[in-house]
């Protein structure tokens, strides 16, 4: 392949070369169990606790508000599993929103299996979830609200100050899932007023296969990862002392310079929509259409009258990666849940496709991207028997 | 995940459009995927003279509905009837698993445009 211009900065992001140098004596040198009792444990720990710091600092929290998962799923997992096992005396219903990842999204389905009602808040034509209905929806043996802070697929940027504030009013607690939103938008725990926050490294230039979920001090939580006395003894399992130096290092360096890299990466976005609408037609922006109100680094489209796979493999076979959000994409041949629940009709949502632009893309790619982008529109409309030119 | 051989047809597929004076159309929806195949052909004699397909779907949709128009043109009628998707793989080399129902498409929609001529003919 002579091009590849990587467009899918929402699924991951390359590992930063700092974090990655951060992370690199912690593989064959400094390779004790933090928790073991001499000088090799000791030097694991120090990691571990520096790094602890570090993201908490990031976003507010005390170190001891903060602790490790093996990824974002997990993080999402130990919140709405932790909390419907800890307060199920107090009650069985858990509200979240239509538009949740998988790893709400199913854990709240799987939950339902065992006794637990969950409402799943029907969101706007932007994506956005509203707080009337959040206020109507919650009962008095509601137990969790769970919305996540930036929607995935059209970068729905969520009112959870607000969100938070009615759970809250009605004594309820508040989870989010901020895996999309940290490192690309600026936040503060303690201003939101969250008692739960997860986060995925891999989505900020950190390695993948770490998470970690923020709990609000004081707050009682079932344990999720039983085992050993890690994670001051809420979560089991020996720490994965390399990631969670590289999760901290890339957190530390996208906080530092999250300003000017979201103005970049808006800058590109913005560009490539301009120049997407002004020349494909018969095609829907999903998510927000203020810029403000969703994710930098997010655009996404429906092209009426093709198929998503076939946009995807075409861009692919012009050495560009995008994602769609269409059934053929996968192994699942339902269109994306989240596109239905903003009102593209099924067939449209079968034709979509998201681009997420990153801090190493270029102008050029944009340009190059929205060239290939209208050649293949136009070539598979072609070849569609719903187009007919006019 | 998919084959060479299925991303050169991709690439460049053969028998796209629509045969201009046709006298069989038939287009079929894909119960699996809410996915479209329309085929167009010209029938004289009871022989395939021309088809064309149009396809709304992913890529081994198009690759199988040009891999199966290609098959059939020049043949007869009955000789197009008795092709299946699964010639079409064996043809193609292979499809991965869950894109087998694309390739259904196409036989699909041959059978259709021919019950179309024969309705046409009257019979
Ligand atoms: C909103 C959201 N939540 C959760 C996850 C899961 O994170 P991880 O890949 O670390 O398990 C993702 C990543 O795909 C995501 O985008
Ligand atoms: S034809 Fe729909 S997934 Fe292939």
Redesign the pocket.
């Known amino acids: 392949m002579e091009k590849s211009i990587y467009l899918d900065h ?3 992001t390359p590992l930063s070369e700092k974090a990655f140098e951060a992370m690199k004596p912690y593989f064959c040198e400094m390779f004790g169990n933090p928790n073991s009792q001499h000088v090799y444990g000791r030097e694991g720990a120090k990691a571990v606790s520096e790094s602890r710091a570090k993201i908490a600092a990031a976003i507010g929290a005390k170190p001891s508000e903060i602790y490790f998962t ?7 997992n130990w919140a709405v599993k932790g909390t419907a096992w800890q307060y199920g005396d107090k009650g069985k219903h858990i509200i979240t929103s239509m538009i ?5 999204y199913t854990t709240c389905k799987q939950l339902e299996k065992y006794g637990y009602e969950v409402t799943y808040l029907p969101v706007d034509g932007e994506g956005f979830v509203s707080p009337e209905e959040l206020e109507k929806a919650i009962r008095p043996d509601t137990i969790l609200v769970s919305i ?5 697929e059209i970068g729905t940027i969520e009112p959870i100050k607000q969100l938070c504030e009615i759970a809250h009013a009605h004594g309820v607690l508040f989870h989010t ?5 940290t490192g690309a938008i600026r936040y503060d725990v303690k201003e939101l007023g969250v008692d739960m926050l ?1 986060m ?4 900020f230039y950190g390695p ?4 970690a979920l923020y709990l609000r001090n004081g707050l009682k939580m079932e344990k999720f990862i039983t085992g050993g006395e890690q994670e001051r003894a809420h979560r089991g399992g020996t720490s994965n002392t390399p990631g969670i130096v590289g999760m901290a290092t890339a957190l530390e360096e996208a906080m530092s310079t999250l300003e000017q890299d979201a103005a970049y990466v808006a800058s590109l976005r913005d560009r490539f929509v301009e120049k997407v609408l002004a020349n494909i037609d018969d095609i829907l922006f999903n998510g927000p259409k203020d810029m403000s109100k969703r994710l930098p680094n997010n655009a996404n489209f429906s092209f009426r009258y093709i198929e998503g796979e076939s946009i995807l493999f075409s861009l692919d076979l012009a050495g560009i990666s995008a994602s769609s959000g269409s059934a053929c994409s996968s192994a699942s041949l339902d269109p994306s849940r989240t596109l239905l629940s903003i009102g593209v009709p099924v067939g449209t949502a079968h034709g979509s496709i998201r681009f997420t632009f990153g801090k190493h893309n270029t102008v050029e790619d944009v340009d190059y991207t929205v060239e290939q982008l209208v050649s293949t529109v136009r070539r598979l409309r072609e070849m569609s028997p719903l187009y007919h030119k006019k | 995940m998919y084959n060479e051989k299925v991303m050169e047809i991709f690439k460049n597929p053969q028998h796209m459009g629509e045969v201009e004076n046709y006298n069989a159309i038939g287009t079929v929806g894909n119960e699996t995927c809410g996915d479209i195949m329309q085929i167009t052909m010209r029938i004289e004699d009871g022989i395939i003279k021309d088809a064309k397909f149009k396809t709304f779907g992913c890529a081994a949709a198009v690759v199988s509905s040009s891999t199966a128009t290609g098959m059939i043109i020049g043949k007869t009628v009955e000789e197009a009837l008795q092709l299946t998707n699964k010639q079409v793989i064996e043809e193609l080399g292979e499809l991965p698993p869950q894109k087998i129902h694309c390739s259904v498409l196409a036989e699909d929609a041959i059978r259709a445009a021919i019950a179309d001529y024969e309705s046409r003919q009257g019979k």
């Open positions: 929402a699924a991951t093996s990824c974002g799923t997990e993080a999402d949740e990842h998988p790893a709400i996540m802070f930036a929607n995935n899932d901020a895996v999309q939103a997860s995925s490294a891999h989505k993948k296969g770490m998470g």
